[in-house]
């Protein structure tokens, strides 16, 4: 996201009504031309990207602000807003069962293992799967190095994803009804609790600013459910840009158990703009830079890194795709997602990636992205 | 010395590209076909794919 080092010059009027004319004429020219869905879908995906970039509400950062100088106030609200999806996205899972899916996965070894492995590259990333895109769109350096290898990650993380859940998995678990959501919502305070009395005193605050964050961030959650029909995702999307391109190159993906299943040859075969993750993506993108280039944080001059953490940057965007698709999502498809809809799961991944991002971000600073 | 608005730029292009480069070569986008706008209360099933899922086999 875009630091707040130098004094930025926002954009002038003329500037920023381009900037949202352009935002609405592209939704609008997908509705019209893919359908309206997948416009709504656009404009979700926009709303995140202005809701994570302007209003600073991230998960890598935070995490790390928390282990290193134990500051609650991010994390608390991350917690916050899986909460408020999950007071909504309870009953209309448990009502509507033909028609929404919660992001439900197996708890497993490669799982457990793809979510530390997440944990460690998104701290050396500093940004997570939704950061990626967030950073990329608004000028970050390393995550538009580590992008398109994110998405690359993605692909063979999928491609190879049968294998890894043979080396063993429980069944799926999810938790629904009134009991599910109560059991949900006292996990996730105790667990704010925990976090607030780990914190300093000083560190204990939740900020105004990240308050309306978690509600907007919960709105648009709650809102890509009941338009898509399934919880926010963003890994899927990065892996089957990968594939679409592989398989225009001439590589025949229909033997490989992932991509050769009925539902991806399918996805492969249609336009990204009738994919759910890919077109919340792009709008994940493009918010964070309409915001960044609206607030004149585009004038910023860009880092200097030795070539050290740029080689880390390539293999570090790698492990954050394979290991979330080993995971089944990342920080939003397995975390956010999958516990405000009910799966383990996901509390599994916060487990796991929460100790992978210890050990990541005492690696930081070996690896050249610091000092 | 080089800016934010190079890469911000670069990063849009390569979405750009990524899209443009899949309707060149996907089925041809038709609306008459789409699902209906809001999947609650359409009756319809959950067509999309999600990083929690896994196909069966």
């Given at each position: 996201m875009t630091t707040a080092a130098q004094p930025a010059t926002p954009a002038g009027i003329g500037t920023r009504a381009a900037l949202v004319g352009a935002a609405l004429a592209l939704s609008l020219a997908v509705a019209v031309f893919a359908g309206a869905r997948y416009g709504f879908l656009l404009v979700i995906g926009l709303g995140f990207g202005m809701v994570l970039e302007g209003l600073r509400f991230g998960f890598a950062g935070p995490w790390r602000a928390m282990i290193?100088?134990?500051?609650?106030g991010g994390l608390l609200a991350q917690l916050l807003a899986i909460g408020l999806v999950a007071l909504a996205a309870f009953p209309l899972l448990s009502s509507n069962p033909g028609e929404l899916t919660g992001a439900h996965a197996p708890v497993g070894i490669a799982m457990v293992g793809g979510a530390f492995v997440f944990g460690i590259a998104m701290q050396l990333l500093l940004g997570c799967g939704s950061g990626t895109l967030v950073n990329a769109g608004s000028g970050n350096a390393v995550s538009l190095v580590a992008l398109p290898f994110f998405a690359m990650g993605s692909f063979l993380g999928a491609s190879h994803l049968f294998w890894w859940t043979d080396l063993g998995s429980l069944p799926t678990l999810a938790f629904s009804g009134t009991l599910g959501l109560t059991g949900t919502l006292l996990a996730l305070a105790l667990v704010a609790g925990v976090v607030w009395w780990r914190a300093t005193p000083d560190g204990r605050s939740l900020p105004r600013r990240l308050v309306l964050a978690a509600i907007v961030v919960a709105a648009l959650a709650v809102l890509n459910l009941v338009v898509s029909g399934q919880p926010w995702g963003v890994v899927y999307g990065l892996g089957l840009w990968v594939a679409k391109g592989v398989a225009l190159v001439g590589a025949d993906l229909s033997a490989n158990p992932f991509w050769g299943a009925t539902g991806n040859v399918e996805r492969l075969q249609q336009s990204l703009l009738t994919d759910v993750t890919s077109l919340t993506n792009i709008g994940i993108v493009a918010g964070a830079f309409l915001v960044a280039a609206w607030r004149g944080g585009l004038a910023q001059p860009l880092q200097r890194l030795p070539a050290r953490a740029w080689i880390a940057t390539v293999l570090a965007g790698l492990a954050l795709g394979y290991g979330s698709r080993l995971a089944f999502g990342c920080n939003v498809g397995a975390f956010f997602s999958g516990i405000s809809t009910g799966s383990l799961h996901g509390w599994v991944w916060f487990a796991a990636a929460f100790l992978g991002s210890i050990l990541g971000i005492r690696l930081r600073r070996f690896l050249g992205f610091e000092g | 010395m080089a800016t934010r608005r190079l890469t911000a730029f670069a990063a849009l292009g390569l979405v750009a590209a990524v899209v443009l480069a899949d309707l060149a070569t996907s089925t041809p986008l038709d609306p008459f076909r789409?699902?209906?706008?809001?999947?609650?209360?359409?009756?319809q099933a959950t067509s999309g794919a999600h990083c929690a899922a896994l196909p069966g086999r």
């Open positions: 290193l100088r134990r500051e609650a | 789409a699902p209906p706008a809001i999947a609650l209360g359409s009756g």
